[in-house]
């Protein structure tokens, strides 16, 4: 499948069409930014590692019966994936108190939650992607409340099995955000599923092994990207 038409350039992707209309290719960039892009810069390799954990993770997902845009990786940097209309609310499923969270509510950073909290966030970085409820959501269109319903459902249902996989693999599943696009009637989760969008802590010492490393100039950057890669996708 041969990627054509540039439709779309975003901080860790570009979005081309294929031959078929229903069918797009997303390039994985090595650009980094943090903080709604006020720091901006560059992990060596890291389109090339998100791109194959995400491919990963997303096969293990349809496999237990979560319905993605994932069609298949087609190069280092490339996956073959269904054309969604997205649906502009960013899903974050927290397991663990930390960044936001933990400032909003004045809790320790690494307090376990008793039971997973979900939030929802509009997509607009002009605006700072601002958290928003479901009264918002109604109140401007954004998603219908069937669409909602299905999105916690799923929402839930990911993280019941993302919690389990990551744990086998040494590493405690902290936060995360999840995308969601309409595609011929159905809902599927889109995006990527990868160290830029979780924050994933080493189960024994709590060490990161994500973004933060880069956001919070931790060191080790690619380092840690390559051992999470190693963990997922030499099993």
Same mark, same amino acid.
């Given at each position: 499948?041969?990627?054509?038409?540039?439709?779309?350039?975003?901080?860790?992707?570009?979005?081309?069409?294929?031959?078929?209309?229903?069918?797009?290719?997303?390039?994985?960039? %090595? =650009?980094?930014? *943090?903080?709604?892009?006020?720091?901006?810069?560059? !992990?060596? $390799?890291?389109? /090339?590692?998100?791109?194959?954990?995400?491919?990963?993770?997303?096969?293990?997902?349809?496999?237990?019966?979560?319905?993605?845009?994932?069609?298949?990786?087609?190069?280092?940097?490339?996956?073959?994936?269904?054309?969604?209309?997205?649906?502009?609310?960013?899903?974050?499923?927290?397991?663990?108190?930390?960044?936001?969270?933990?400032?909003?509510?004045?809790?320790?950073?690494?307090?376990?939650?008793?039971?997973?909290?979900?939030?929802?966030?509009?997509?607009?970085?002009?605006?700072?992607?601002?958290?928003?409820?479901?009264?918002?959501?109604?109140?401007?269109?954004?998603?219908? %409340? =069937?669409?909602? *319903?299905?999105?916690?459902?799923?929402?839930?249902? !990911?993280? $019941?099995?993302? /919690?389990?996989?990551?744990?086998?693999?040494?590493?405690?599943?902290?936060?995360?955000?999840?995308?969601?696009?309409?595609?011929?009637?159905?809902?599927?989760?889109?995006?990527?599923?990868?160290?830029?969008?979780?924050?994933?802590?080493?189960?024994?010492?709590?060490?990161?092994?994500?973004?933060?490393?880069?956001?919070?100039?931790?060191?080790?950057?690619?380092?840690?990207?390559?051992?999470?890669?190693?963990?997922?996708?030499?099993?």
């Amino acid at each position: 499948m041969k990627r054509l038409e540039k439709i779309y350039e975003g901080k860790a992707k570009i979005l081309y069409t294929t031959e078929d209309p229903n069918l797009i290719i997303q390039y994985f960039k %090595d =650009d980094a930014t *943090a903080f709604n892009g006020v720091k901006k810069g560059t !992990i060596v $390799d890291k389109g /090339v590692v998100n791109n194959h954990i995400s491919s990963v993770i997303y096969q293990f997902l349809e496999k237990n019966g979560i319905p993605t845009h994932f069609v298949e990786r087609v190069s280092e940097r490339e996956q073959l994936t269904k054309k969604l209309d997205i649906i502009p609310i960013e899903l974050v499923v927290r397991n663990v108190v930390a960044g936001s969270l933990a400032k909003r509510m004045g809790r320790l950073e690494g307090e376990a939650l008793k039971s997973p909290i979900l939030e929802f966030y509009y997509k607009d970085d002009d605006l700072g992607d601002p958290m928003i409820n479901e009264y918002h959501i109604r109140e401007f269109g954004l998603a219908t %409340d =069937d669409e909602m *319903a299905v999105l916690k459902e799923r929402g839930f249902k !990911i993280n $019941d099995l993302l /919690v389990g996989y990551f744990k086998e693999r040494g590493i405690r599943l902290v936060d995360y955000k999840l995308e969601f696009g309409r595609n011929n009637g159905q809902i599927l989760l889109g995006d990527e599923i990868s160290p830029d969008g979780c924050r994933l802590w080493n189960i024994k010492t709590n060490e990161k092994m994500d973004k933060d490393r880069f956001r919070f100039d931790l060191g080790k950057v690619e380092e840690t990207y390559q051992e999470v890669y190693h963990l997922i996708c030499d099993r």
